[in-house]
């Protein structure tokens, strides 16, 4: 056998370790756990949107805290680190070694992969430190986190820039979301022959309306950070919390911020189909 087969066999093993049965199971249980955090959003903020919401955040800090409050919650807040951590090393093994299909191999994907690898990390690493007592970690509010790391970015040399070009990736990437749901580029990345005609039409709901949804509030967000960079005022920075907040200030009142609300918790739904029917 020459260099180039064993080469070729070594990473076709590679690549079939990349998609192992452990790591299968890590996605899809990262995709369940993804599917709580924003279904519990969704919820804390529809009752934000009729009232003050109980004091809490609707945002992933605030998921958590809802999570740890209930029966079992630091057992589930562990189940989900641990889900988010399976979902952190599949996004890893797609830079790695490229994902599913037939353009998985691209530069940009690997990258994309890379980056959710980073965040799901993060995330994942939140949650097990919440869960092991540090009740700093996870639970914090995301708008004053926005505002401390915009307060700090202004400050630097080209501060603003940096904070302009921040927001303005965040809004693309948001647009670049929604347009992805609206457009169905879901579903070649869901087993779709295996779905009864009912269940595809529930995907399709729920991953137009909450993938559009999710995508706004993105765009949304990124439209605050430039305003903050323009401005030079961290304060008009905002996290998930209050850019969902500022929906309720329209003149279409709390009703478009329960659109909203709704539409989050519909990605939840979205995701745990992804974690029934995703090519992995």
């Known amino acids: 056998m020459n260099a180039n087969a064993l080469s070729m066999n070594a990473r076709g093993q590679a690549r079939r370790a990349a998609r192992s049965r452990a790591l299968d199971v890590g996605a899809r249980a990262g995709f369940v756990a993804r599917g709580v955090i924003y279904l519990l959003v969704g919820v804390l903020a529809l ?41 952190a090393l599949w996004r890893l093994s797609e830079a790695v070694f490229g994902q599913a299909g037939p353009d998985g191999d691209k530069a940009t994907k690997r990258a994309m992969a890379a980056g959710r690898f980073v965040f799901y990390s993060f995330v994942s690493y939140s949650v097990l430190s919440y869960a092991a007592g540090d009740k700093s970690s996870g639970s914090g509010s995301s708008d004053k986190q926005t505002d401390d790391v915009t307060a700090r970015a202004l400050e630097w040399p080209a501060g603003q820039w940096i904070v302009g070009a921040a927001g303005v990736a965040v ?21 779709m022959a295996e779905m009864s005609r009912r269940v595809r039409q529930a995907v399709d709901v729920t991953g137009v309306f909450g993938g559009a949804v999710r995508g706004a509030v993105f765009a949304t967000a990124g439209g605050f950070a430039v305003a903050a960079a323009v401005q030079h005022e961290p304060g008009k920075a905002k996290g998930m919390d209050d850019t969902l907040r500022t929906f309720s200030e329209t003149p279409a009142g709390p009703w478009l911020l329960a659109f909203i609300a709704l539409g989050l918790a519909a990605f939840g739904l979205f995701s745990w189909a992804n974690a029934r029917y995703r090519r992995t």
């Open 171 to 191: 809004l693309g990437a948001g647009l670049w979301i929604a347009f992805r749901a609206i457009a169905r580029k879901y579903h070649k990345h869901l087993k």
């Open 47 to 87: 009752r934000i949107a009729f009232s003050d919401g109980g004091g809490k955040q609707a945002d992933r800090g605030g998921a958590i805290a809802e999570i740890a409050e209930k029966p079992f919650g630091g057992f589930l807040l562990w189940a989900l680190g641990v889900a988010l951590a399976g979902m």
